[in-house]
Antibody
Framework: QVQLQESGPGLVKPSETLSLTCTVSGGSISGYYWSWIRQPPGKGLEWIAYIYYSGTPNYKYSLKSRLTISVDTSKNQFSLKVSSVTAADTAVYYC??????????????WGQGTLVTVSS | SYELTQPPSVSVSPGQTASITCSGDKLGEKFACWYQQKAGQSPVLVIYQDTKRPSGIPERFSGSNSANTATLTISGTQAMDEADYYCQAWDSSTAAVFGGGTKLTVL
């Protein structure tokens, strides 16, 4: 059973960089796509980035200039950095495995989520 | 950018059938999937590729997708099905798109 676990600081100051890591256990990170999805308090889900295990990233267009997603296959981890954060970046951040079969794409395993608050 | 629209809330009596819709331009030409999110928990995939159920998801959950609307149907709804439900599709220009979510209340 694949399990994902997010880690990172729960509080980040405005204008700083938010850094999160997702550790994958129970399976290899190789051969799959991996993604970050966030959910502001009381609101819906928002996909923000995904990456193939070999390293090709894709970002939500409106956030592209502030996002960096990366993979470390030696540690079975992938990471997200969000630069120049504001209060609007306050959210629960989920990591998830993205399955692509033909034109079908869906997230089959999710982490428990980590709340990141942007505040001074 | 591509958008998916869901009703904010749906109510159903225990044992009855609940239907949650998800609308988007030519959605039937894409694959839709559905996630269940109970209060304070992570989303769980309940339907993928329009109609398929992952292992462990009860048979009372089913899906369809045609024209501009995908539908999640829960037959014989139980109290444990009370949750927020999100549809999701993939657009070539927008990548992953989620609907705004529907709160299912089992009265």
């Amino acid at each position: 059973q694949v399990q994902l676990q997010e880690s990172g600081p729960g509080l980040v100051k405005p204008s700083e960089t938010l850094s999160l890591t997702c550790t994958v256990s129970g399976g290899s990170i190789s051969g799959y796509y991996w993604s970050w999805i966030r959910q502001p308090p009381g609101k819906g889900l928002e996909w923000i980035a995904y990456i193939y295990y070999s390293g090709t990233p894709n970002y939500k267009y409106s956030l592209k200039s502030r996002l960096t997603i990366s993979v470390d296959t030696s540690k079975n981890q992938f990471s997200l950095k969000v630069s120049s954060v504001t209060a609007a970046d306050t959210a629960v951040y989920y990591c998830a495995r993205l399955i692509q079969t033909g034109s079908s794409r869906y997230f089959d395993y999710w982490g428990q989520g980590t709340l990141v608050t942007v505040s001074s | 950018s591509y958008e998916l629209t869901q009703p904010p809330s749906v109510s159903v009596s225990p044992g009855q059938t609940a239907s949650i819709t998800c609308s988007g331009d030519k959605l039937g030409e894409k694959f839709a999937c559905w996630y269940q999110q109970k209060a304070g928990q992570s989303p769980v995939l309940v339907i993928y590729q329009d109609t398929k159920r992952p292992s462990g998801i009860p048979e009372r959950f089913s899906g369809s997708n045609s024209a501009n609307t995908a539908t999640l149907t829960i037959s014989g709804t139980q109290a444990m099905d009370e949750a927020d439900y999100y549809c999701q599709a993939w657009d070539s220009s927008t990548a992953a798109v989620f609907g705004g979510g529907t709160k299912l209340t089992v009265l």
